[in-house]
């Protein structure tokens, strides 16, 4: 009988879910609009009645051994997401775990934030095999940390550690969402370079196929592209990106002493915009002791379900620290 984990990745815009073998290969996945559902009891049965035809699907007898589950403010230690802009609609504290053990009564579930699960997938299936003590740092929408310490996420007290993309990099800068001022996810991040370009178009007359794209429509893939066309204000922002992500990783290190910072998610997908000026920062700001110590790597999950592999991972962890 085959095991699987089942893996469920939860985002404001959509749900992806699958079932992930032992060595990181997805046998069967699917997706939907998370806010196709108005209420939370309704969104999960949706959800389960998904994995049933899963795993139906599987031409051979399968064996489920636990649910990993990826969320924003996916809270390890309690099992519920808490606060979540994006999912307010349900409610400001979402049960998952005792509410899906309902469903499945057997079966562990697993909980934590989508950058702690791209960690653990980072270190079971990706690049950081092997590594004791490293950092994913996604950067998408926002900027969220996994940071993996002696094999171990580190969590805190609360469940909630490890904001990376809130601290303090520009006393009284850009307004964050999370209602501070000046938090490195306004810099570093998909909408910060956005902010970014935006700011750069106003205060300078270079010429940019940017200045025909509106504010709301703007993506960093289409900043990317124009960098690779070799657009003077795209690889400016970029440059300006790497600036606050460079010196923020170089402070990192010296809390964390990690062997390698993995960069994922879709700003990562810049290559080298992205890394260059962010490895030339970090160096420049790092502590003598740690300077060309620490790797500064792109994800190993790139082109892979990297969403659905973290969240199975976290149901394949607890599996092996139970055997």
């Not at 892979?304 to 973290?310: F, I, W, Y």
Request: glycine share 12%; proline share 3%; charged share 20%.
């Amino acid at each position: 009988m085959k095991k699987l984990a089942v893996g469920i990745d939860i985002g404001g815009n959509n749900t992806v879910y699958g079932l992930v073998d032992i060595d990181g290969k997805i046998v069967a996945d699917s997706s939907f609009r998370t806010m196709k559902y108005q209420k939370f009891d309704l969104f999960l049965e949706a959800l389960v009645h998904g994995l049933q035809l899963l795993q139906e699907s599987v031409k051979e007898e399968t064996e489920l051994i636990g649910i990993g589950f990826g969320a924003p403010c996916g809270n390890y230690y309690t099992g519920n997401i808490e606060h979540a802009a994006n999912l307010k609609i349900w409610g400001e504290v979402l049960p998952v775990a005792e509410k899906l053990s309902v469903y499945y009564p057997n079966l562990p579930v697993v909980i934590t934030n989508d950058a702690n699960a791209a960690a653990i997938g980072e270190m079971l299936y990706g690049a950081a095999k092997g590594m004791k003590n490293f950092t994913v740092i996604t950067l998408g929408t926002g900027l969220g940390s996994g940071i993996v310490i002696n094999g171990e996420l580190l969590y805190g007290h609360d469940g909630f550690a490890g904001e990376f993309g809130h601290i303090i990099v520009s006393p009284n800068g850009r307004e964050c969402g999370c209602g501070r001022c000046g938090c490195l996810e306004t810099y570093a991040s998909g909408s910060g370079i956005v902010r970014t370009v935006y700011k750069l178009l106003a205060d300078h007359r270079d010429p940019s196929e940017l200045k025909a794209i509106s504010f709301n429509e703007l993506t960093g893939e289409m900043i990317t592209k124009a960098a690779e066309n070799g657009d003077p204000v795209a690889i400016e922002a970029f440059a300006h990106t790497g600036l606050y992500l460079g010196r923020a990783l170089a402070d990192l290190v010296a809390i964390t002493a990690p062997e390698a910072i993995f960069l994922f998610g879709g700003l990562a997908d810049a290559g080298k915009y992205i890394f260059e000026p962010t490895r030339e920062q970090m160096e420049a700001n790092m502590l003598s002791f740690w300077k060309g110590k620490v790797k500064l790597l792109p994800s190993g999950l790139e082109n892979k379900n990297a969403a659905v592999l973290g969240a199975a991972a976290l149901a394949w962890k607890k599996f092996n620290e139970q055997q």
